[in-house]
């Protein structure tokens, strides 16, 4: 089944539905509003939106369920957050939050070959024996844990700043 083209927002409401059905499969349209900070009306208009593309079950005043098709469309969605919330977070050191709203706004944009480098690059970083560097609190770069180096190149990692 070919995938619908689906607008940020739309992609968001699925992820939340996504996330909020995993206990017993359904989510109720409160807790969507709740979660993404919107209105009543929009969750409606939203599952409304996402039943006519075939991704979710829903009548109204009932929770929504994901279609077959919608919870792999919803994984995918899933998946590229959570890739490119570690990396932010674990690779480059960004606080939580800020990491979030980035991890937010691109999942919608990258490219799935793109964000699968990414995910092999962090793997890199963490299983890599020379590739022991940690971005600076102070967002100057990468230093060297291995080696002690701050803010000069370390000729065995050979990490430039």
């Known amino acids: 089944m070919q995938t619908p083209e689906l607008s940020a927002s739309l992609e968001d409401y ?16 409160k807790d969507i509003a709740e979660k993404m900070n919107v209105r009543a009306a929009s969750v409606t208009g939203a599952l409304r939106s996402l039943s006519e593309k075939g991704l979710v079950n829903y009548a109204p005043y009932a929770s929504a369920t994901l279609t077959e098709h919608g919870r ?23 606080e939580a939050e800020e990491a979030e709203e980035f991890a937010c706004s691109m999942e919608h944009t990258i490219p799935d070959h793109i964000l699968q480098r990414f995910v092999q690059f962090a793997e890199y970083t963490k299983h890599c024996a020379r590739f022991d560097a940690s971005w600076l609190e102070n967002a100057e770069g990468y230093f060297c844990k291995a080696h002690g180096h701050e803010r000069a190149q370390c000729a065995q990692c050979k990490l430039k700043q």
């Open 72 to 94: 792999e469309v919803a994984s995918k969605i899933a998946v590229k957050h959570e890739a490119l919330l570690d990396f932010f977070k674990q690779v480059l050191g960004i």
């Open 14 to 29: 699925l992820e939340t539905i996504f996330f909020l059905s995993r206990e017993d499969g359904r989510a109720r349209p």
